[in-house]
């Protein structure tokens, strides 16, 4: 049985994660009812595991494991639907409103998705984003630049079109 105070920290840490927790498994399902099941599933599963966190400095990186652990249950489960209708109705900063960037991010694998929202939009190191990942630290940083090289192309073809 977990004390008050185990309890009182855990949920603070997850209202403070809560934007966060959503911006990245919406970046790797773009899909909201499918993002927010992953998500709830994540801190269900951390809540009940919390007794396997070694150091609480680590619990946001394991929380964040834990997620995209469920977001990649989620795509073996099912092949996920993006729909631009989910694109317009995100209610937090992951909201673009240039719909030829969100194309464009929509064209990313899962990964640079991932890499390009933590990396961005969170402002994690790619040293950290590594350790999220279980994957080297040059791996990281050569999937955000192959993300940024494909989101400059997309962007130039989309440009050229208009």
Known sequence: MRSRSE??????????????IFRIAFAILRNRADSED????AVLKAYTNLD????????????????????VNVLHAQKPVSNLDD?????????VPDMDLNRAFD???EDERLAI????YE???????????????????TRLSRA????REKLSEQEAEQ
């Not at 309890?7 to 966060?20: K, L, V, Y």
């Not at 150091?55 to 394991?62: P, Q």
């Not at 790619?126 to 080297?136: G, L, Q, V």
């Open 7 to 20: 309890d009182t920290w855990f949920s603070r840490e997850i209202e403070a994660m809560a934007p966060t």
């Open 52 to 71: 396997t966190l070694k150091e609480r400095r680590y619990f946001k990186t394991w929380l964040i494991r834990i997620l995209k652990n469920e977001c």
């Open 87 to 95: 694109c317009a109705s995100v209610g937090y900063e992951m909201q």
């Open 123 to 141: 402002g994690y190191s790619t040293k950290e984003i590594a350790k999220i990942c279980e994957e080297n630290d040059g791996t990281i940083r």
């Open 107 to 109: 064209a990313l694998s």
């Open 38 to 41: 992953a998500a709830q599933n």
């Open 117 to 120: 929202t933590l990396f961005y």
């Open 148 to 151: 940024r090289k494909m989101l």
